[in-house]
């Protein structure tokens, strides 16, 4: 069955204490409302696994059409608010080389990164 024309993925991986984020297609603000609620859903579900002092997000944006730097706001902003958390990095996955997007990093908010490839992605996070 193909995938659906747009979309996303929130995944919690226990063993490698990580949220991993996927999204695909042109959305609308209707559907990044959605994403918005369901990932408070999936934050509140990692907020329940009180025994992890430390954890990540991936996220892949390879199949993103939607302006990137709208959900990437979003999501930011949530993953900001889980950081008393202990949400440490978040690698960012993305099509194209070049100069990431700007980010607005607060004090002692997670230490954010881009890649092209999850290989890369995954080997830093997993680095501590």
Same mark, same amino acid.
């Given at each position: 069955?193909?995938?659906?024309?747009?979309?996303?993925?929130?995944?919690?991986?226990?063993?490698?204490?990580?949220?991993? =984020?996927?999204?695909?297609? !042109?959305?609308? #603000?209707? $559907?990044?409302?959605?994403?918005?609620?369901?990932? &408070?859903?999936?934050?509140?579900?990692?907020?329940?696994?009180?025994?992890?002092? =430390?954890?990540?997000?991936? !996220?892949?944006? #390879?199949? $993103?059409?939607?302006?990137?730097?709208?959900?990437? &706001?979003?999501?930011?902003?949530?993953?900001?608010?889980?950081?008393?958390?202990?949400?440490?990095?978040?690698?960012?996955?993305?099509?194209?080389?070049?100069?990431?997007?700007?980010?607005?990093?607060?004090?002692?908010?997670?230490?954010?990164?881009?890649?092209?490839?999850?290989?890369?992605?995954?080997?830093?996070?997993?680095?501590?």
């Amino acid at each position: 069955m193909p995938e659906p024309i747009k979309g996303f993925e929130l995944a919690l991986n226990i063993r490698e204490k990580m949220l991993r =984020i996927r999204a695909w297609g !042109v959305w609308d #603000t209707e $559907f990044g409302k959605k994403y918005d609620l369901a990932l &408070r859903d999936k934050i509140m579900e990692l907020s329940a696994q009180a025994h992890w002092q =430390i954890w990540y997000v991936l !996220v892949d944006f #390879t199949g $993103f059409s939607t302006p990137v730097a709208e959900v990437q &706001r979003m999501t930011e902003h949530l993953l900001t608010t889980a950081n008393p958390l202990g949400l440490k990095k978040i690698a960012y996955i993305r099509n194209s080389p070049g100069p990431p997007l700007p980010l607005k990093r607060a004090r002692d908010s997670p230490i954010p990164s881009f890649f092209e490839s999850k290989d890369e992605a995954i080997q830093w996070l997993m680095a501590g």
